[in-house]
């Protein structure tokens, strides 16, 4: 493998140089540097792969980009806790870097070459790499898709207040539901993001439906043939985003809040 370009760098100012149109997700993700460049095979000028290093600022900011753009055909790898391949790509978060490696075609000599840097990069950054993202042992495990655990940013679920909040996906008694937990910095953040989540569904349509569960201060809308129930529980805004029925709902926040309040 040989050189094909020279190296690349990008900050947050010129990030949308490189990858227009995906930038604002990087940006938004706490984005600090990239570095990128392209390698071919010496033997084959029409075989080449190119390397993104992203330097995210911390593990939580990396895993962030990493699980929004988890591709469905992933195959796990072994070289970190995420990691996977696809045909002609390998994607790894670890430690504050996010790394992609696209390759022109698929190709197992590529994809080895591929492996080989992302095990040099853990090896030569280990000081970096032994933050871990606690949080996703948060949910519930029952009825979890946990390949769909993700981290996002901002403007989460369309409202411009609501960031930094880990979803994942369940089925349960076969209809789906998405659970959802911010932690925030004081117990009054989190309940004014509930309220101010509320008003927001209701503003656009959503209506208020009763609900028995025994959380305090639980309040459930219906908008757009869902339904979203919504809590709070400590330092915790959390609930239940577009379950496909009430009872599903319910059923998912009993079992999500009473995990969180084991971590308070």
């Not at 207040?161 to 998405?178: E, G, H, P, R, S």
């Not at 043939?225 to 959390?238: E, I, K, N, P, W």
Request: with cysteine; glycine share 4%.
């Amino acid at each position: 493998w040989i050189t094909m370009t020279p190296p690349e760098a990008f900050g947050p100012d010129d990030l949308s140089e490189k990858i227009n149109g995906k930038a604002e997700l990087y940006l938004s993700s706490g984005f600090l540097h990239l570095q990128c460049q392209r390698f071919k095979a010496a033997n084959q000028s029409n075989l080449w792969t190119e390397i993104f290093i992203y330097d995210m600022g911390n593990a939580s900011n990396a895993f962030s980009v990493f699980s929004s753009q988890r591709r469905d055909d992933a195959e796990p790898l072994e070289l970190s806790e995420f990691s996977y391949r696809t045909e002609n790509a390998l994607f790894l978060a670890y430690g504050p870097y996010y790394l992609e490696m696209v390759a022109s075609a698929a190709s197992e000599s590529i994809f080895e070459m591929m492996q080989a840097v992302a095990e040099n990069f853990i090896r030569d950054n280990q000081t970096e790499g032994n933050e871990t993202i606690t949080e996703q042992m948060l949910f519930p495990k029952f009825g979890l898709e946990e390949k769909s655990i993700s981290l996002l940013s901002a403007n989460v679920f369309g409202y411009h207040a609501l960031d930094q909040v880990f979803i994942a996906t369940y089925t349960l008694k076969n209809k789906q539901a998405t659970a959802f937990f911010s932690r925030r910095k004081i117990p009054s953040e989190a309940e004014e993001l509930a309220l101010g989540y509320h008003t927001f569904l209701t503003n656009f349509g959503g209506t208020d439906v009763e609900t028995n569960i025994r959380i305090r201060n639980a309040t459930m809308v219906n908008i757009m043939d869902s339904y979203d129930l919504m809590f709070t529980c400590g330092f915790f805004f959390a609930g239940v985003h577009e379950a496909e029925s009430p009872e599903t709902a319910e059923r998912l926040a009993d079992m999500l809040y009473k995990r969180l309040a084991e971590s308070n």
